[in-house]
């Protein structure tokens, strides 16, 4: 058994129910139940078929309305694990950053070639890094105070998995010394970034220790369902751009959050519509279990 959630950005239409069900009908599913509309904005569609199809089929819906396909087994996620930028925060940390330096669309056109897949993470990540040098530490702490703002649901979303009990862990191809408040601030248990060396009140241009990479966000994921003794099924992971592509992967279900092209190619599920409130209704969670 499978279950297609609809999640629509501002309220749930019969329209929107009949065009659900006309498209998972075409796919060759066999509609079994469904649910009331949960919060006029979300809806379960529970059904047997290929999910795969079904949701090739889902995804052509007109409006603004995401789409999620799951098995009815495990939908409830016991550990989350999310990116950073553009993710859990509204920004890139990096191009701000940089617009401190005065390069910010010199660094920006990186970040977006290194988000599309377009260059090589690590090479990317130290080749920026390495434009900053010389900037004051000073405008990291001016940086989070100004232009780093919580994404929309963000703090919801990880208070209320966390509550239910669930392990929950940001990781960022960023850096530590904005992952820290972030992490505090939404309510995640553990963070893990890249650190950005430091000497006399200035940025090097290097980093110390190892990086965050894709590979490395999927081995948190790992080693974070061993921890908590959960097996992959059970644990949900975010992301917005090929960085996290392996880590959407290797999770029961991978989330890709108004994300590049290639990242809602990989994940199980493309949330282009909502904010990060759409992966409580996923999970069947109704905005009267959510924590503030």
Not at 7 to 36: F, H, P, W, Y
Not at 52 to 70: C, F, K, T, W, Y
Not at 236 to 249: C, E, Y
Request: hydrophobic letters at 45%; glycine letters at 8%; a negative charge.
């Amino acid at each position: 058994m499978f279950i297609a959630t609809l999640i629509a950005k501002l309220s749930l239409n019969e329209r929107d129910i009949q065009s659900a069900v006309a498209s998972l009908t075409a796919s060759g599913a066999r509609i079994i139940r469904q649910s009331g509309i949960i919060d006029g904005r979300a809806l379960d569609i529970f059904f047997e078929g290929d999910p795969v199809s079904a949701r090739a089929h889902l995804e052509n819906m007109p409006g603004e309305v995401d789409i999620a396909v799951q098995p009815e087994a495990n939908r409830r996620k016991k550990l989350l694990i999310s990116d950073m930028d553009s993710t859990m925060i509204t920004v890139e940390c990096i191009d701000e950053l940089a617009d401190y330096a005065g390069i910010k669309p010199q660094i920006a056109a990186i970040t977006e070639r290194a988000m599309q897949g377009e260059l090589d993470f690590e090479e990317a990540l130290r080749g920026r890094v390495a434009l900053l040098k010389g900037l004051e530490t000073a405008a990291i702490q001016q940086c989070l105070d100004e232009r780093v703002k919580i994404m929309p649901g963000a703090e919801i979303l990880v208070r209320t998995m966390a509550q239910a009990g669930a392990a929950t862990i940001l990781v960022s191809g960023g850096f530590t010394k904005f992952a820290k408040p972030v992490a505090q601030a939404i309510g995640f248990e553990s963070f893990h970034a890249n650190i950005l060396a430091e000497g006399s009140g200035y940025l090097t241009g290097g980093l110390e220790g190892p990086i965050v990479d894709s590979s490395r966000k999927a081995e948190l994921l790992q080693s974070g369902a061993q921890a908590a003794s959960l097996p992959l099924e059970l644990c949900m992971a975010v992301g917005d751009g090929a960085n996290d592509i392996p880590m959407l992967q290797r999770a029961g279900l991978g989330i890709a959050y108004h994300a590049k092209p290639k990242a809602a190619q990989a994940a199980d599920v493309a949330i282009r519509h909502n904010d990060l409130t759409a992966l409580l209704y996923i999970q069947g969670i109704a905005a009267d279990r959510w924590s503030s």
